[in-house]
Nanobody, 118 residues
Framework: QVQLVESGGGLVQPGGSLRLSCAAS????????MSWYRQAPGKERELIAA????????TYADSVKGRFTISRDNAKNTVYLQMNSLKLEDTAVYSC???????????WGQGTQVTVSS
């Protein structure tokens, strides 16, 4: 059974930090590109960070570049999103996505709420 389970969301003040985790099971994690998306109320889902199968060259949306860091631990089947200098506009549901590097296969987690508020 394929599962992606996000954790680490919550309420944080502007300027604060959070670290999201996404634990994967039921598939060969190292064969998948991992990404983090977010969706704020009334807005479209946005791709904010991606990391290739073996780590290395990461990509970020301009809105989070320099503040967020995506990483992965293939031994633990987990992808992380370190979020620093959080802003009010970072408030959203954050979801992880696994996309096979060759096959048209993708999985989604259920999402975790991040709320930035003073």
């Amino acid at each position: 059974q394929v599962q992606l389970v996000e954790s680490g969301g919550g309420l944080v003040q502007p300027g604060g930090s959070l670290r999201l985790s996404c634990a994967a099971s039921g598939f060969t994690f190292s064969n998948y590109v991992m990404s983090w998306y977010r969706q704020a109320p009334g807005k479209e889902r946005e791709l904010i960070a991606a990391i290739p199968r073996a780590g290395g060259s990461t990509t970020y949306a301009d809105s989070v570049k320099g503040r967020f860091t995506i990483s992965r631990d293939n031994a633990k089947n987990t992808v992380y999103l370190q979020m620093n200098s959080l802003k009010l506009e970072d408030t959203a549901v954050y979801s992880c996505n696994a996309r096979h590097s060759i096959r048209p296969t993708a999985y989604w987690g259920q999402g975790t709420q991040v709320t930035v508020s003073s």
